[in-house]
């Protein structure tokens, strides 16, 4: 029976884990809102492409894994920890998440994709992921900085209409 395999889960652990989300988490917004904001156009959670990707560019052949540097096992990353308790089990999974991503990646560049892979960590300086999202996507002008406000370029076309 499924509840007795998590019977010997502390409630609050359980509680936790209920609330980690799998998709339109804090990072995944951050990355959106920056390719949108250097001018990217983009679709979400394609189901028909292996992994289901965070972020599809069909323009560009390339998608985008929005990746939890604890989940994902971001080598070299503070946040790449293994919890205290129960290390077996988590192992296996991380070693099981690893291997899906790898398996996934390589399908999508079977079929022709670009795979780029954005660690949570990359987050939470946005000028560098702005010109990372740049590098490897390309932009077009931007129309906003991440505040919100207009660009030059936009402030220029507004003041002349």
């Not at 998608?63 to 989940?71: K, N």
């Not at 919100?148 to 076309?157: D, Y």
Request: aromatic letters at 8%; glycine letters at 4%.
């Amino acid at each position: 029976m499924a509840n007795d395999l998590f019977q010997t889960v502390p409630e609050a652990r359980r509680r936790h884990m209920a609330r980690v989300k799998g998709k339109d988490t804090k990072p995944e917004k951050i990355v959106r809102q920056t390719a949108h904001a250097i001018g990217l156009r983009f679709r979400l959670h394609r189901r028909d492409l292996p992994g289901t990707p965070d972020m599809v560019f069909p323009r560009l052949s390339t998608v985008v894994f929005v990746h939890g540097c604890f989940w994902h096992r971001h080598s070299g990353c503070r946040r790449c920890t293994t919890p205290k308790t129960r290390t077996e089990f988590w192992n296996a999974k991380f070693v099981t998440n690893v291997e899906r991503d790898m398996r996934n990646s390589e399908q999508l560049v079977r079929m022709g994709w670009k795979v780029l892979v954005v660690w949570e960590c990359e987050t939470f300086d946005r000028d560098q992921l702005r010109v990372r999202l740049s590098n490897d996507l390309g932009s077009s002008q931007p129309r906003h900085d991440l505040d919100g406000n207009a660009s030059p370029t936009t402030a220029i076309l507004r003041s002349e209409s």
